[in-house]
């Protein structure tokens, strides 16, 4: 059996490590502790909204994947998407992640290389 980390450490570790490369993150809503889903809302300089969450690849492997609405350049649309997936999955952890190349601290943390 391999060990496998919980989503609150991943969210920890995730956040503490763009914090120390001079970024700026937060949880905006806490899961499950031990295995709930991972949605990043990443800008850079705040602007340039995405969202990003971990699933399976193409290739079957694990893999960041693109999520969130059509129009991300509506604040409030971006808002309501994150929440109205709460709803849905209170299980779900959201953290904003405010740092160039989001997606790649997200990776390393998450070892999705």
């Known amino acids: 059996m391999t060990g496998r ?4 450490m991943l969210v920890s ?4 490590r763009v914090n ?12 499950d502790a031990t ?9 850079q300089k705040g602007v340039d909204p995405r969202f990003f969450e971990r699933g399976l690849g193409p290739t079957g492997l694990p893999a960041l994947i693109a999520a969130g609405p059509q129009d991300m350049g509506d604040e ?3 808002s309501d998407y994150w ?8 299980d779900l952890w959201v953290v904003e992640l405010d740092i160039a190349d989001a997606e790649r601290f997200a990776a390393e943390v ?3 290389y």
């Not at 570790?13 to 503490?16: E, F, N, P, Q």
């Not at 120390?20 to 899961?31: N, R, W």
Request: hydrophobic residues 50%; positive net charge.
């Open 20 to 31: 120390q490369a001079g970024g700026s993150a937060m949880v905006l809503a806490k899961g």
């Open 83 to 90: 929440q109205r997936r709460r709803k849905f999955d209170g």
């Open 5 to 8: 980390l919980t989503s609150a």
């Open 13 to 16: 570790a995730l956040v503490r």
């Open 76 to 78: 409030q649309a971006v």
């Open 35 to 43: 295995a709930g889903g991972i949605l990043c809302l990443a800008y």
């Open 110 to 112: 998450m070892n999705l």
